[in-house]
């Protein structure tokens, strides 16, 4: 499992890798760097190829803490999407206005609990 994911890493760093480098010689190096989703891919790869060399001379392999940094800016990409799709937008948005609520269901739930784990402890601590 570690080596497929170790295979997996290796070659979406070479995925994103080549795609920034076609994009450079297609756009120009000011073409590129002028919008901030090709910087923000940029930066991505550079972090990745950071992530890689550090894991590999520290631990002689891609090490789970570098490989959660890696990913973490990896899905950043994926908010590109939500500037493209409306639908996704709009799904998006809703999920973004619901989360106050959800921590307050979340609240509650956990309150909930707590006071069923004092009963417990409670009725049962004789037994």
């Known amino acids: 499992m570690v080596n497929i994911l170790e295979f997996i890493n290796y070659f979406f760093t070479a995925v994103f ?9 297609g ?6 760097f ?16 950071v992530t890689l060399i550090i894991g590999l001379t520290i631990s002689g392999t891609f090490g789970p803490k570098q490989a959660t940094v890696a990913r973490a800016f990896r899905i950043g990409r994926i908010f590109r999407l ?3 799709a409306k639908f996704l937008r ?15 269901v979340g ?10 784990a004092i009963l417990g402890v409670y009725l049962f601590a004789t037994i």
């Open 17 to 25: 890798t080549f795609e920034a480098i076609i994009k450079i010689i």
């Open 27 to 32: 756009l120009g190096f000011k073409g590129y």
């Open 34 to 49: 002028s919008k901030g989703w090709n910087v923000f891919d940029f930066i991505i790869v550079v972090i990745s190829y």
């Open 82 to 84: 939500i500037k493209k």
């Open 90 to 104: 709009v799904i998006f948005n809703t999920i973004i206005f619901t989360i106050p609520s959800l921590a307050n």
């Open 107 to 116: 609240a509650l739930m956990m309150l909930l609990l707590f006071i069923f």
